[in-house]
Nanobody, 117 residues
Framework: QVQLVESGGDLVQPGGSLRLSCVGS????????MRWYRQAPGKEHELVAR????????NYADSVKGRFTISRDNAKNTMYLQMNSLKPEDTGVYYC??????????WGQGTQVTVSS
């Protein structure tokens, strides 16, 4: 059935870069807006970035704007989050989320990003 699988998380030094991927299956990927959330230890989920179904519209949290880029390749059923100039406060588990209407309907398992020297 519906699956969202994130990958690409790693340990990286401040100022470094990572590219996260999210592969969707079990649904028509191109029909859905998608989101990236993250959760730092002891904190609530934070919306990082969002993208429309066709990739034409994107939005970012103020904390990552200018450093992160969300994109998608619907032919590959894949969404990406390019993260540059990483900061320690970017540390957390990053989740790929399928958006259905106004709901965050389906979540991936998450991938750990740790930014530390």
């Amino acid at each position: 059935q519906v699956q969202l699988v994130e990958s690409g998380g790693d340990l990286v030094q401040p100022g470094g870069s990572l590219r996260l991927s999210c592969v969707g299956s079990g649904f028509t990927f191109s029909n859905y807006a998608m989101r990236w959330y993250r959760q730092a230890p002891g904190k609530e989920h934070e919306l990082v970035a969002r993208i429309s179904s066709d990739g034409s519209q994107t939005n970012y949290a103020d904390s990552v704007k200018g450093r992160f880029t969300i994109s998608r390749d619907n032919a590959k059923n894949t969404m990406y989050l390019q993260m540059n100039s990483l900061k320690p406060e970017d540390t957390g588990v990053y989740y790929c989320v399928r958006r259905i209407l106004a709901f965050d309907r389906d979540w991936g398992q998450g991938t750990q990003v740790t930014v530390s020297s």
